[in-house]
């Protein structure tokens, strides 16, 4: 009997959503990988496809939006980083925007997003914003959000991620 197949492909731009995607390919089975990389390569076959972005704009990134209009019958986990965390609401909204992209004739079967920490020069920009005292009020909590973002993704974003496609 032929075994099913599946491929992981993903986007990531400073290494945050790799995380993800390995910590995923680690619990699967490797003989059954199609393909591990990028979203550059042309699309695999596999039905099963886990399908990683990064947040960009409440969004996912461009690669991943090019790739996901093209699928079309397939099985589809979800799975992203986004800078601003500690809220569902927040990573509900941003798959709900992701989803827009992606053909009815697929079937979503799954999803999960969890923070990823954001370069060194965000955090400099908001300490600069911070001389001027027309500053936006929200800034200290953009601070605190952005050192709370540095440990992740964290062992313990790993491993619930990892809980969920083993079951
Ligand atoms: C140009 C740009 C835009 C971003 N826009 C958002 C955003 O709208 N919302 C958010 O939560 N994070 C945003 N981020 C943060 C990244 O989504 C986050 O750091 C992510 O974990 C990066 O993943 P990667 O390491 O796989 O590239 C943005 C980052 C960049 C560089």
């Not at 619990?27 to 199609?34: A, Y």
């Not at 990823?116 to 800034?139: C, F, T, W």
Request: proline residues 4%; contains cysteine; aromatic residues 8%.
């Amino acid at each position: 009997m032929k075994k099913e197949t599946y491929s992981i492909i993903f986007s990531s731009l400073t290494g945050n959503t790799k995380k993800l995607a390995d910590a995923i390919h680690e619990v699967l089975p490797k003989d059954e990988c199609e393909y591990f990389g990028t979203t550059e390569a042309q699309v695999p076959q596999s039905e099963l496809l886990y399908i990683g972005f990064w947040t960009d704009k409440g969004n996912a990134d461009k690669n991943t939006l090019d790739l996901l209009p093209k699928l079309k019958h397939r099985r589809i986990f979800l799975f992203g980083t986004a800078g601003f965390g500690g809220s569902d609401i927040y990573f509900q909204k941003i798959l709900g925007q992701v989803k827009q992209s992606i053909d009815s004739s697929n079937a979503v079967i799954g999803e999960y997003m969890c923070q990823g920490k954001m370069p060194q020069s965000v955090r400099e920009r908001y300490i600069k914003m911070k001389e001027d005292p027309e500053h936006p009020a929200n800034l200290d909590a953009l601070i605190e959000n952005f050192d709370c973002a540095l440990s992740h993704p964290d062992m313990d974003d790993l491993e619930r991620l990892k809980m969920i496609i083993m079951k």
